[in-house]
């Protein structure tokens, strides 16, 4: 179960990472609006960077998540 909250974990934050980081190098760098994120909501460039170290954290939480079941299995 542990495995599988590990994998859900990480793709959300792929997801999320990705289109932060997106929307935070289409408003900073070419002044327009890509992905989907900015259709949910409108926050300034700086916000968006920091939606993308959510995601990253979210892959950091879900790989130690799964390390750590399978350390639990083999033991």
């Known amino acids: 179960m542990r495995t599988t909250i590990g994998y859900t974990l990480e793709s959300i934050g792929y997801v999320v990472g990705g289109q932060g980081l997106v929307s935070f ?3 900073a760098l070419f002044g327009t ?3 989907w994120l900015h259709k949910v909501v409108g926050l300034p460039s700086v916000a968006y960077l ?3 170290v959510a995601g990253l954290a979210c892959v950091v939480g879900g ?4 390390k750590a079941s399978a ?5």
């Open 50 to 52: 920091g939606i993308a």
């Open 33 to 35: 609006e890509w992905g």
């Open 25 to 27: 190098a289409s408003q």
């Open 63 to 66: 790989v130690r998540i799964r």
């Open 71 to 75: 350390q639990l299995e083999t033991a």
